[in-house]
Nanobody, 115 residues
Framework: VQLVESGGGLVQSGGSLRLSCAASGSIFGTPIIRWYRRISGRQREWVAAITLVGYQNYADSVKGRFTISKDNAKKNTWYLQMNNLTPEDTATYYC?????????WGQGTQVTVSS
């Protein structure tokens, strides 16, 4: 299983970005997709998760601003819509896919929010 994130970039405070996570390979079981971020100098933190049936969960720091979703038209593609971004959201964002065989990670995409 391989994951590729995209959609990161530079945005002004208050702006929006949509990150994508595309998975390829053999995916068996009931996948859970999670987004994490690593802010420079800090440990990786969990941001959001979505299950196969669409149950979503969010970290308090992003609740109400970020939305995780699945693309029902594209196979094995998920998104993280990020609105009302602040400089504190600047980080490298990673998606992970957890299935029965383990948890797989992408290479990350950088999000930079300027004040």
């Amino acid at each position: 299983v391989q994951l590729v994130e995209s959609g990161g970039g530079l945005v002004q405070s208050g702006g929006s970005l949509r990150l994508s996570c595309a998975a390829s390979g053999s995916i068996f079981g009931t996948p859970i997709i999670r987004w994490y971020r690593r802010i420079s100098g800090r440990q990786r933190e969990w941001v959001a998760a979505i299950t196969l049936v669409g149950y979503q969960n969010y970290a308090d720091s992003v609740k109400g601003r970020f939305t995780i979703s699945k693309d029902n038209a594209k196979k094995n593609t998920w998104y993280l819509q990020m609105n009302n971004l602040t400089p504190e959201d600047t980080a490298t964002y990673y998606c992970s896919l957890q299935v029965d065989s383990g948890e797989y990670w992408g290479q990350g995409t950088q999000v930079t929010v300027s004040s």
